[in-house]
């Protein structure tokens, strides 16, 4: 079973629309889940991290964890082109090891 | 904003060849670590380095890779004799801390391509 999973898109929506990008894993002792932005030709940046479960809110951007069901989620609020880029979620395994998804491809058109 | 800069952002090597693939931390950052993105693929863990010696390696950093802090502020990747499917971007991170959430700062990522 693998780790986290996540749908690779391509997701493309309107400017001004909500995204919702989600993940699932399958290690119940996982407690710290992050959301890294990942532009073309750049390295993964972190926009969040959440602990355990429940929500985090940062601007226009709100991260989700819902332990019992596995399910990490991270929902964009009016976006914007600037947005446009993948997204990976992460879990952290152990002390150091980051374990990601496969990232999400988002576009959002003007 | 302080930076984790990578050199080169690409190398075309030779099947066989050694490459060195070098990344210099943010400054005051303790942990450094090497993750890769084969193309299309999940980014993984590589290797993790603190106080001069790997913490954690997986199961992809076999004996063809090596990593080493040679002056205090370079952390390199060196891989002895590239294979075709070492291909991939090579990312440099560091972080402040050991922690649940240590936070970690990627570089821009080093191409590699194996001929």
């Known amino acids: 079973q693998k780790e986290v999973e996540q749908d690779p898109g391509p997701l493309s929506v309107p400017e001004g629309a909500i995204v919702s990008l989600n993940c699932t894993y399958s290690?119940?002792?996982?407690?710290?889940f992050m959301w890294y932005r990942q532009y073309s030709r750049k390295g993964p940046e972190l926009l969040m991290y959440?602990?355990?479960?429940g929500n985090k809110e940062d601007g226009r951007f709100t991260a989700q964890v819902d332990k019992s069901s596995k399910y990490i989620s991270l929902f964009i609020r009016d976006s914007q082109p600037s947005d446009s880029a993948t997204y990976l979620c992460?879990?952290?395994?152990?002390?150091?090891?980051?374990?990601f998804g496969q990232g999400t491809r988002l576009t959002i058109n003007p | 904003e302080p930076e984790v800069t990578q050199t080169p952002s690409h190398q075309v090597t030779q099947m066989g060849q050694e490459v060195i693939l070098r990344c210099v931390p943010i400054?005051?950052?303790?942990?450094f670590y090497w993750y890769r993105q084969i193309l299309g693929q999940k980014v993984e863990f590589l290797v993790s380095?603190?106080?001069?010696?790997?913490?954690?390696k997986s199961e992809i950093f076999d004996d063809q890779f090596s990593v080493e802090r040679p002056d205090g502020s370079n952390f390199t990747l060196k891989i002895r004799s590239t294979k075709l499917e070492d291909s991939a971007m090579y990312f440099c991170?560091?972080?402040?801390?050991?922690?649940?959430?240590?936070?970690?700062?990627f570089g821009a990522g080093s191409r590699l391509t194996v001929l």
């Open positions: 991170a560091s972080g402040p801390r050991l922690s649940g959430a240590n936070v970690l700062t």
């Open positions: 959440t602990y355990s479960s």
């Open positions: 400054s005051n950052h303790l942990y």
């Open positions: 290690n119940s002792a996982f407690q710290y």
């Open positions: 992460a879990t952290l395994q152990g002390a150091q090891k980051l374990v």
């Open positions: 380095f603190y106080n001069n010696e790997i913490s954690e």
